[in-house]
């Protein structure tokens, strides 16, 4: 079993959420290959950051 603990997201999701938001304004919706990527990253940090959210909350 690892040891490493799970990344975690400097940013609350709400900042995240912002950015996924305005990447998809920025674009009309339609996404380059590179955009993609971006938003893939941002979701991932979003999750994260939700998660976080909730523990911090329990």
Same mark, same amino acid.
């Given at each position: 079993?690892? =040891?490493?603990?799970?990344?975690? =997201? +400097?940013? =609350?999701?709400? $900042? $995240?959420?912002d950015?996924?938001?305005?990447?998809?304004?920025?674009?009309?919706?339609?996404?380059? +290959? &590179?955009?993609r990527?971006?938003?893939? @990253?941002? $979701?991932? &940090?979003? @999750?994260? @950051?939700?998660? &976080?959210?909730? $523990?911090?909350?329990?």
């Amino acid at each position: 079993m690892s =040891s490493t603990p799970a990344p975690h =997201s +400097a940013r =609350s999701a709400d $900042v $995240v959420n912002d950015q996924i938001r305005d990447l998809w304004a920025r674009t009309g919706g339609q996404l380059t +290959a &590179e955009d993609r990527a971006q938003y893939e @990253a941002l $979701v991932t &940090e979003w @999750a994260t @950051a939700i998660g &976080e959210g909730a $523990v911090q909350r329990a």
